[in-house]
Nanobody
Framework: QYQLVESGGGLVQPGGSLRLSCAASRFFLVGYSIAWFRQAPGKEREAVSCINVSGRTTYYTDPVKGRFTISRDNAKSTVYLQMNSLKPEDTAVYYC?????????????????WGQGTQVTVSS
């Protein structure tokens, strides 16, 4: 069974940093565009960032531009989300997802595999 496993979440103070990891289990991420989504309590899931198959094209939602950086290491079948200057409004469960297509897409329904999520809480 193909799986994605997120790690790196936790509690951090405003202005702090976290690095999330998304590792593939039993398959390779080569050939998949990978996205990070998040869902805060009482809110809809939103796409946060995405990286295409080659790693040359990335996408960020406006609230995280300049603060978050997505990257991938295909040799390790892992995608990272470096989150700096965290704000309380970044608090959410973060999910990674894999789509078997070369370019990023925003629609969650087009992603083939999802992780179980990792909680990020930004609070003083």
């Amino acid at each position: 069974q193909y799986q994605l496993v997120e790690s790196g979440g936790g509690l951090v103070q405003p202005g702090g940093s976290l690095r999330l990891s998304c590792a593939a289990s039993r398959f390779f991420l080569v050939g998949y565009s990978i996205a990070w989504f998040r869902q805060a309590p009482g809110k809809e899931r939103e796409a946060v960032s995405c990286i295409n198959v080659s790693g040359r094209t990335t996408y960020y939602t406006d609230p995280v531009k300049g603060r978050f950086t997505i990257s991938r290491d295909n040799a390790k079948s892992t995608v990272y989300l470096q989150m700096n200057s965290l704000k309380p409004e970044d608090t959410a469960v973060y999910y990674c997802a894999a789509a078997g297509q070369p370019m990023c897409v925003a629609e969650g329904r087009k992603y083939d595999y999802w992780g179980q999520g990792t909680q990020v809480t930004v609070s003083s």
